[in-house]
């Protein structure tokens, strides 16, 4: 939680235990026990980035939680990330990934973008959440 809470920091977002990021408070039943996954990236025992797959429905997943400090961006692991969800959402038998992000973090944008993303409208986004992209896998 406190990557998460940093990286929104950086761009005057805050998190939400109540209802966005409810799930990291128990990453086994939201990710791991619901076809799922989650992993994160530590550099000297400190987490310095994450990201997860959780299940919308049987052929469709979100990208969520895919944050990564400052001082790490810039350095390629945004595209090992996202190139490992990709794989995993597949192995987990999805075809289409969505996610839900903030305009405000044009550099994730532009990265969603790079990898084929594109927004489309959603019925309804999460509080701090403004923007949605989809990609077909």
Do not use: P
Not at 34 to 54: C, H, L, M, P, T
Not at 88 to 106: D, F
């Amino acid at each position: 939680m406190d990557l998460v809470k940093t990286v929104l920091s950086d761009y005057g977002l805050k998190t939400n235990t109540h209802e966005t990021d409810k799930d990291l408070s128990d990453l086994e039943n939201y990710y791991f026990n619901r076809n799922g996954w989650f992993a994160v990236i530590e550099k000297d025992n400190e987490i310095i980035g994450s990201y997860g797959i959780f299940k919308i429905d049987r052929k469709t997943c979100e990208l969520r939680k895919m944050y990564l400090l400052n001082n790490y961006q810039g350095q390629g692991l945004g595209r090992l990330m996202m190139v490992d969800a990709f794989k995993k959402a597949r192995e987990l038998g999805y075809s289409e990934i969505v996610l839900e992000t903030n305009k405000l973090l044009k550099k994730a944008i532009n990265l969603y973008g790079k990898y084929g993303f594109v927004q489309y409208q959603q019925s309804h986004l999460s509080d701090r959440c403004d923007f949605a992209m989809r990609k077909k896998l």
